[in-house]
């Protein structure tokens, strides 16, 4: 059995939402009635456990209950009922400068927010130099942060709390501020986490952000807890909810769209113009049918596939608009054919979407998620790892 480094039993949070409020005794004394509040309802009976050594993602809307949760779980807010029970040191990063003082210079805040998150100064003197070189403001750390950009702040806060190598970190959002390079500083920092058995806890509204990180995922709707388990799964039910006219179809497959035209099926299709059987090779040449019945006539339609591999991690996308194939319209029955003449993936599993949309592509008709699969086995050319084949080759220069 795992064990488990937050669990999670029963919680509620309630807040109250002034609609009327008395902010004196004077103000109460001139109105002659209390302030009016309501009762805002933030987590609804919320359970489930985190294992140890796992990177746990918590999905939803705005409002949804992520972030009041999380500061639950770093005992910033107390539940109203219900347990969180935490195994091991904890750090959070909620907030861009939580535990900062503006007026102090960044030397002083490392040793400030240290403090604050239970490291002593014997600790903070060793590893100073090493928070300072992970947050990249070296030439600015004796300036006070209140001449920090929010980047700034972002990535000195974070190298404090990930420094005090925590067993369980908290990170809520602030990611999003941090650039690119420092944001894939952050990715390989939490997989040394993961490599450690470390338990991370992300908040984020960057879906390929999360599929590449996390493993197992919560989503909450409404204070509600909809569903837990596996990141790919959770990750992608949360996605596919946010899109309008979601439906399950009579084969299983999830699609969203208007439905002026469907997607009926997508066939794969090797070099002879055969139906391929599901496993197909390196190397070799495949064609995507993508059948479709358009119940009224559509000017200047757009068809797009796109591949993931089976963990969730986008791949490849290629529709008409992009490739200017243009179509003048569609009406009734057709199909359309994607050749790709040779198949430059490694050996695994992979799933293919369709879809049809207008010529601006903000309008969907129809996408049908996992239209098609196929595994690619080992073939010509072959390489080492990952998902795609480059051919690369090796050589001695010349002289050398």
């Given at each position: 059995m795992n064990e488990i480094a937050v669990s999670v039993q029963n919680v509620s949070k309630s807040f109250k939402i002034y609609k009327e409020l008395n902010r004196t005794l004077k103000s109460a004394i001139i109105r002659r009635r209390r302030s009016v509040a309501e009762d805002f309802q933030a987590l609804n009976d919320v359970s489930f456990e985190i294992e140890k050594g796992s990177t746990f993602a918590l999905v939803g809307d705005n409002g949804s209950g992520?972030?009041?949760?999380?500061?639950?779980?770093?005992?910033?807010?107390?539940?109203?009922?219900?347990?969180?029970?935490?195994?091991?040191?904890?750090?959070?990063?909620?907030?861009?400068?939580?535990?900062?003082?503006?007026?102090?210079?960044?030397?002083?805040?490392?040793?400030?927010?240290?403090?604050?998150?239970?490291?002593?100064?014997?600790?903070?003197?060793?590893?100073?130099?090493?928070?300072?070189?992970?947050?990249?403001?070296?030439?600015?750390?004796?300036?006070?942060?209140?001449?920090?950009?929010?980047?700034?702040?972002?990535?000195?806060?974070?190298?404090?709390?990930?420094?005090?190598?925590?067993?369980?970190?908290?990170?809520?959002?602030?990611?999003a501020v941090g650039d690119a390079a420092f944001q894939d500083k952050c990715t390989k920092k939490f997989a040394d986490l993961r490599n450690d058995g470390k338990t991370v806890v992300v908040v984020s509204h960057s879906i390929p952000q999360l599929r590449a990180m996390a493993d197992h995922a919560a989503w909450l709707q409404d204070g509600d807890l909809v569903e837990v388990g596996s990141a790919r799964t959770v990750i992608e039910r949360y996605g596919d909810s946010t899109k309008k006219g979601v439906r399950i179809d009579s084969d299983g497959r999830v699609r969203w769209g208007s439905g002026e035209a469907l997607v009926e099926r997508v066939e794969v299709l090797d070099s002879e113009g055969q139906p391929a059987d599901y496993l197909v090779a390196t190397?070799?040449?495949?064609?995507?049918?993508?059948?479709?019945?358009?119940?009224?006539?559509?000017?200047?339609?757009?068809?797009?596939?796109?591949?993931?591999?089976?963990?969730?991690?986008?791949?490849?996308?290629?529709?008409?608009?992009?490739?200017?194939?243009?179509?003048?319209?569609?009406?009734?029955?057709?199909?359309?054919?994607?050749?790709?003449?040779?198949?430059?993936?490694?050996?695994?599993?992979?799933?293919?979407?369709?879809?049809?949309?207008?010529?601006?592509?903000?309008?969907?008709y129809d996408y049908v998620r996992e239209a098609a699969a196929i595994g690619v086995k080992r073939g010509t050319p072959f390489e080492s790892g990952g998902f795609v084949i480059l051919d690369g080759r090796w050589s001695t220069p010349a002289g050398a």
């Open positions: 992520k972030s009041t949760l999380l500061k639950c779980m770093a005992k910033i807010l107390v539940p109203n009922s219900g347990t969180i029970v935490a195994d091991g040191r904890l750090a959070a990063m909620l907030e861009v400068g939580s535990g900062f003082h503006p007026e102090l210079s960044g030397r002083e805040n490392v040793y400030l927010n240290g403090s604050i998150l239970g490291m002593s100064r014997a600790e903070l003197d060793a590893r100073f130099d090493e928070i300072v070189d992970f947050s990249g403001v070296e030439e600015f750390i004796d300036q006070p942060v209140k001449n920090y950009s929010s980047g700034m702040y972002v990535r000195l806060g974070f190298s404090v709390a990930i420094h005090t190598r925590p067993d369980i970190l908290l990170v809520d959002e602030i990611l190397g070799d040449r495949l064609t995507l049918r993508l059948h479709y019945n358009a119940s009224q006539r559509i000017e200047r339609p757009v068809f797009g596939f796109s591949m993931e591999a089976l963990d969730g991690t986008y791949l490849w996308g290629n529709n008409t608009r992009d490739l200017e194939f243009h179509i003048d319209h569609i009406e009734g029955r057709g199909a359309i054919d994607l050749t790709i003449p040779r198949l430059y993936l490694q050996p695994g599993q992979y799933v293919f979407h369709g879809s049809i949309v207008n010529t601006t592509t903000e309008h969907v």
